[in-house]
């Protein structure tokens, strides 16, 4: 069942600013209180590259400047968990989302939501998580999430972190679409660390 028929809404379905409270109202409650605690809980959307946004805010904000490569990297991006600012920024004008179909862009929107929430609980969770298996338990991951994380060009000390945030939000989908707990198709480790996050 996709977002627009589980939350009953109209036919042109909701913009992007209400998706992302759809997606923020379907997380486990503790969840939301602890991203609440730690100031995680603001979002924008926007409509320019992120990496000048991010720039921009961190500017405002006093913080160093960014170099102009990771700006142009970031431009690509269609979400991002800003730790310095505690804010979640998506960009609706990227032609994924602004190319997509209605029901499309539903679900993007809210995976992205997601993911950079997991982002969020993942480096802020009391519980640590080793970077060096990172690597290991990337070889146990869904062959999807493998490949995209491979093909973003992380460091291999990144590897845990983006493999929590793309597990963290393929684990939100299957329980709004009503088979929570451990999906058949991941591994037992991987989701005992995606559960140690929001505790």
Known sequence: MDAAVKWGCGVHGPNTEELVRLAWDALPSRHRQL???????QWEIVSEGLG???????????CPALDSAQIAADDKALGM?????RLLLINEAHP??????????????????W?????ALSI???????????????AMAPAGVRERIRRGGYARPQYIHELIAETYALVMRERI????GQPLWLATEIYQLIARIGT
Do not use: F, K, Y
């Open 35 to 41: 991203l609440t605690q730690i100031h995680a809980w």
């Open 52 to 62: 000048h946004s991010v720039a921009n805010r961190l500017v405002s904000a006093g």
């Open 115 to 119: 993911h950079e929430w997991g982002h």
């Open 124 to 138: 802020t969770s009391v519980s640590p998580h080793d970077p060096g298996e990172g690597a290991r338990l990337l």
């Open 81 to 85: 968990w800003v730790p310095e600012l």
């Open 96 to 113: 994924e989302l602004a190319g997509a179909d209605a029901t499309t862009r539903e679900a993007l929107v809210m995976w992205i939501a």
């Open 177 to 180: 679409q009503g088979r929570p």
